[in-house]
C-alpha cells in the first residue's frame, strides 16, 4: 500500500473490533435502502465488527429472536438492484411504550449491540433518538430486574445512533436528496412519458395525482421535468381564483395547438383556506368550465415500486459507509446524526436539528405560513419552485419588459440527453427577461453557414423529454470559422451567446475568448453549460445527460447478470463510452455492484489484471454466482476489452466462463432522466440571468452596443461541491488536460476505494472530507437564488 499523506485521515486508523452494528429499515420503504444496508454490512465486516440484520423493523427489534440475525458477506450479494428492503419494514406501535422498548434494549444487549444504523423516515429516526436518551436508564431497570448482569450495564453504557433518510417523498430537512426520491421520480415520469402519446393522440387533459401527503417535492420535480400546465403542492397553494386562472391558462395553450394539458397533483395538495385540492376536483372544473376530454390516473404504490435508479444505488452506497466511518468514531457526546447530502457532498447531521426543522415545515404550513413552509424546506426545494414559475407561466407581451438584446442558444459536441431541456429553459428565462432568443442550428458549422432563426416560447413546447439535440449539435470547434461567425454574430446583432454541450463546447469558448483581439464581434458575454455522457468538462462535478447515461448501463448490467441466472458461474466484461474519462466506468461500477472497473485515471499493469482474476476466482468458490468487470473504452491501448475476456476467460477455467458486451450508443439515446431534465433546466435558467445581468454590466448607452472583454464574461457554470458557480474559461486552461480531453483533477476518483471495499478488496481510503458534524443551515431567501441547484 502507498505511505498516507500526513495531513489526510485515513479510515485504517478505524477499528471495528468487538463492536456490534446491528441495521434496520423502518416506516415506509423506499427504493435504494437495500444498496445501503448492503453498504452498512460491507463496510462493517470490513472494518471488524459484527453486522447483525435486525428484520421487520422495530418489531423485529422488540420481538428479537431470529429476527436480530448475524450476517456474511454473501448474505447482501445480489440485493443492490432490488426495490423495497429485503429484511423488511413494519410500523410498530409496541416501541413507542417504555415497555416496548425495554424488550428491544434486552434484545440488544444479548448480543452486544451498541450502534443502530437506522434506514427510514423522520418518524423512525425521533424513535431511535429517544432510544438512545433512554438507553442507560432501561439497561438499569434491566438489571434490577434481573434480565441482565450489572456487568453488561457497565459495558454497553453507551448506544450509538446514526440515521439515513429512506424516503420518497423527500420531505426530511437537512438533505438534498433522500434515498428513493430519485427512484420515484423515474417511475412517475415513465408514466408521463407514457400517457403524453395516448394524450396528443385524442387532445386529452390528463390529471395526474402523485405521493407527497405533507411535501410537493414529488410533485413539483416531476412538473418541471415534463413541463406540466399546473401543479398543485401542499407547501405552496394556489391564490384565490385559481380556478379561472388554471382555466384561462390551459385553454391558452390549447389554441396555441398544443394538444395536451398535463395537470400534476400532489396527494396532500390544499388551497389557501387549508382545504383539501383533489384530482376528483380538479378534473371535474376542467370538464365543467371546459369541456375537454379530461382523464385522472393516481400512481399510487407504483412510485415506490421498481429497482433503484443509478442516482439512488450511489446515494445510498456512499451514505451506507459513511455511516459506518460515523458509528466508529461517536463518543458519548456526539449527538445523534444522520448522514446527508448537501449538492455533491456527504455530510453529517444532529438528527434532532433536521427532525425539528421537518416539524417546522408542518408548523408553518397549519398556520398558513405559507412562504416560511417554503424556505424551511431548503434551498433546493425553493429553487426548484422559482425555476418551475419562470418556465411555466407565460406573461403577456404588454407585461414583459422589453431589452432588444439578442441572445443566441447552440449545441455543440455529442448528444447528451437533457440538452433540450436545457434549451427550452434558456428560451423561455430569456424571453421572460425581455430579450429575443435566437437558436443555431448544427453547432458552429451551422453558424458559420447562416442558420440562424429567431425561437418563440411555444416552439420550445414539449421539449423536456426528448432525447438527443433538436437543435442538431457538431463537434466542429470555430477556429476554422472564426471570420464567417463573426459576420453572422454582426448580421443577426448578437448580443450574448448560450453554448451548450461536452469539452467541445468548452474549448470553442476558449477560441472565441482568444479571438477576442481580432473580432469585436466576440465582445460579449459567453456562457457554457456543461452537457455530455463523459463528464469530462472541467470546472464541473457533473454534466447534463451523465446521469442518464448511467441509468442506461446500470439497467444493462443489470439485465446482462440476469441472463446468467440458473446458469453456471459466469463473469460479464463490460466496455463503456467516455473517450478518456472513466466517470460512466467508475460510478456504473459502484451502481451495479462491479468487482473492478478499468479506467485510464488510474493505471494498471498486467499484475493487477491478474491480482483481480484470482480474487473473482476466489469469490467465485463460494455461493456467489455472477461477476462484473466494467473497462472504459481508452482505459489502456493494450489491454482492450477482448485483451481482458480472454485472460478472464483462460484465467477462470474450471470455475466460471465469460461473456463480453460493448455497449455503444445506447448510452448517448434515450429520454433523458429526470435529474438530467432538472439539472439543466436550472443551471440553463441561472445561465440566462447571469447573461442578463452580464448585458446590463457592459452595455455602452453612448455607442448603443454592447462590448465585454473581460476574463469573466465568458463563463462556464458548473457544480463544484454544494455550489453552483460562474467560472472564467480562461481560468479554468490549467485545471484542463487538452491531450486526454479531461480535467486534470475529478472528485469521483475518491469513490474509487468505495467499490473497491464493497466488492471485498483491501484498500486505503481517504476520510478527510468525513467526520465534520455540522448543523442544519436555515438560509436567508436570497441565497436560495444565488446557491441553489
Not at 385540492?277 to 365543467?288: A, H, M, N, P, R
Not at 463523459?534 to 439485465?559: F, H, K, W, Y
Not at 472530507?769 to 436567508?780: N, T, Y
Amino acid at each position: 500500500m502507498a505511505e498516507q499523506p500526513a495531513d489526510k485521515k485515513f479510515f485504517e486508523n478505524l477499528s471495528g473490533a468487538g463492536k456490534a452494528i446491528g441495521v434496520l429499515t423502518s416506516g415506509g420503504d423506499a427504493q435504494g435502502m437495500n444498496a445501503a444496508v448492503r453498504a452498512v454490512v460491507r463496510m462493517g465486516i470490513y472494518v471488524e465488527a459484527k453486522v447483525y440484520f435486525i428484520y421487520e423493523g422495530y418489531q423485529g427489534m422488540v420481538d428479537g429472536g431470529d429476527n436480530i440475525v448475524e450476517v456474511s458477506w454473501e448474505s447482501v450479494s445480489s440485493i443492490l438492484q432490488v426495490g423495497g428492503t429485503v429484511i423488511g419494514s413494519a410500523r410498530c406501535k409496541e416501541f413507542r411504550t417504555r415497555e416496548g422498548r425495554l424488550k428491544a434494549a434486552c434484545n440488544l444487549i444479548q448480543r452486544g449491540i451498541t450502534n443502530l444504523c437506522v434506514i427510514g423516515g423522520d418518524g423512525s429516526l425521533t424513535g431511535a433518538n429517544l432510544f438512545r436518551e433512554e438507553w442507560s436508564g432501561l439497561l438499569e431497570e434491566l438489571a434490577q430486574s434481573g434480565k441482565i448482569e450489572e456487568e453488561a450495564v457497565k459495558k454497553y453504557v453507551y448506544l450509538n445512533i446514526v440515521g439515513m433518510v429512506g424516503s420518497i417523498d423527500n420531505d426530511f430537512c437537512g438533505t438534498d436528496m433522500t434515498i428513493g426520491t430519485d427512484s420515484a421520480l423515474h417511475r412517475i415520469i415513465e408514466v408521463v412519458d407514457a400517457i403524453m402519446t395516448t394524450a396528443q393522440s385524442h387532445q386529452r387533459t390528463f390529471v395526474l395525482e402523485v405521493m407527497g401527503r405533507h411535501c410537493g417535492y414529488l410533485a413539483l420535480v416531476s412538473a418541471l421535468a415534463c413541463g406540466a400546465d399546473w401543479v398543485f403542492i401542499p407547501e405552496y397553494p394556489p391564490e384565490e381564483g385559481w380556478e379561472d386562472q388554471m382555466c384561462v391558462k390551459l385553454s391558452e395553450n390549447r389554441a396555441r395547438k398544443k394538444r395536451l394539458n398535463i395537470i400534476i397533483v400532489a396527494e396532500g395538495a390544499i388551497d389557501s383556506h387549508n382545504k383539501p385540492i383533489t384530482s376528483e376536483k380538479v378534473k371535474d372544473l376542467v370538464v365543467q368550465q371546459l369541456g375537454f376530454d379530461t382523464r385522472v390516473t393516481i400512481l399510487g404504490h407504483v412510485q415506490r415500486g421498481g429497482t433503484p435508479s443509478a442516482f439512488d444505488r450511489i446515494l445510498a452506497s456512499r451514505m451506507g459507509v459513511e455511516a459506518v466511518l460515523a458509528l466508529l468514531e461517536a463518543t458519548p457526546d456526539t449527538p445523534a446524526c444522520v448522514v446527508s447530502l448537501s449538492g455533491n457532498q456527504a455530510v453529517r447531521l444532529p438528527l434532532m436539528e433536521c427532525v425539528q426543522m421537518t416539524q417546522e415545515v408542518q408548523k408553518a404550513m397549519d398556520e398558513r405560513k405559507f412562504c416560511e413552509a417554503v424556505r424551511l424546506r431548503g434551498r433546493s426545494f425553493e429553487n426548484n419552485l422559482n425555476t418551475y414559475k419562470l418556465l411555466s407561466h407565460r406573461k403577456p407581451d404588454t407585461e414583459l419588459p422589453k431589452t432588444n438584446f439578442n441572445v443566441a442558444v447552440l449545441n455543440v459536441g455529442a448528444p447528451a440527453a437533457g440538452m433540450n431541456a436545457a434549451v427550452r429553459s434558456a428560451i423561455r428565462v430569456g424571453i421572460t427577461e425581455g430579450h429575443n432568443m435566437f437558436a443555431v442550428i448544427d453547432g458552429f458549422e451551422g453558424f458559420a453557414n447562416g442558420q440562424i432563426k429567431e425561437i418563440s416560447w411555444g416552439d420550445v413546447g414539449g421539449w423536456t423529454g426528448q432525447g438527443g439535440s433538436l437543435l442538431g449539435t457538431k463537434r466542429t470547434l470555430p477556429a476554422k470559422y472564426l471570420e464567417k461567425i463573426a459576420d453572422q454574430m454582426r448580421i443577426n446583432n448578437i448580443n450574448a451567446l448560450m453554448v451548450i454541450g461536452g469539452f467541445e463546447a468548452y474549448e470553442s469558448c476558449l477560441q472565441l475568448a482568444e479571438a477576442r483581439a481580432r473580432f469585436e464581434e466576440f465582445c460579449i458575454p459567453i456562457c457554457v453549460l456543461p452537457a455530455t455522457i463523459s463528464n469530462n468538462v472541467p470546472g464541473t462535478d457533473l454534466s447534463i445527460g451523465a446521469d442518464t447515461a448511467l441509468n442506461a448501463i446500470v439497467e444493462t448490467c443489470d439485465r446482462i447478470k440476469q441472463s446468467a441466472s440458473g446458469t453456471k458461474r459466469r463473469v460479464f466484461i463490460i466496455e463503456t463510452m467516455g473517450g478518456y474519462c472513466g466517470y460512466l466506468a467508475n460510478m456504473g461500477g459502484l451502481a451495479a455492484g462491479a468487482d473492478a472497473a478499468y479506467i485510464f485515471e488510474e493505471k494498471f499493469d498486467i499484475r493487477e489484471l491478474q491480482a483481480n482474476v484470482e480474487h473473482l476466482t476466489e469469490k467465485m468458490k463460494t455461493s456467489i454466482q455472477r461477476g462484473l468487470v466494467l473497462r472504459n473504452e481508452n482505459s489502456n491501448e493494450n489491454y482492450t476489452t477482448d485483451f481482458i475476456y480472454q485472460l478472464y476467460s483462460e484465467e477462470g477455467k474450471g470455475v466460471f466462463d465469460c461473456r463480453k458486451n460493448v455497449l455503444g450508443h445506447m448510452q448517448q439515446g434515450g429520454a433523458p432522466s429526470p435529474f438530467d431534465r432538472n439539472f439543466g433546466t436550472k443551471i440553463s435558467a441561472k445561465a440566462v440571468q447571469w447573461i442578463s445581468k452580464k448585458l446590463r454590466e457592459t452595455y455602452r448607452r453612448d455607442e448603443g452596443k454592447v462590448f465585454a472583454n473581460t476574463e469573466d464574461s465568458v463563463c462556464l457554470l458548473g457544480m463544484r461541491r454544494r455550489n453552483l458557480l460562474f467560472q472564467p474559461v480562461v481560468e479554468l486552461k490549467d485545471q484542463a488536460d487538452f491531450v486526454h480531453r479531461i480535467p486534470k483533477e475529478q472528485w469521483w476518483l475518491k469513490l474509487r476505494p468505495l467499490m473497491k471495499i464493497l466488492a471485498k478488496y483491501k484498500t486505503s481510503y481517504d476520510v478527510s472530507d468525513s467526520g465534520q458534524l455540522e448543523h442544519v443551515a436555515r438560509h436567508s431567501p436570497k441565497e436560495a437564488e444565488t446557491v441553489a441547484i
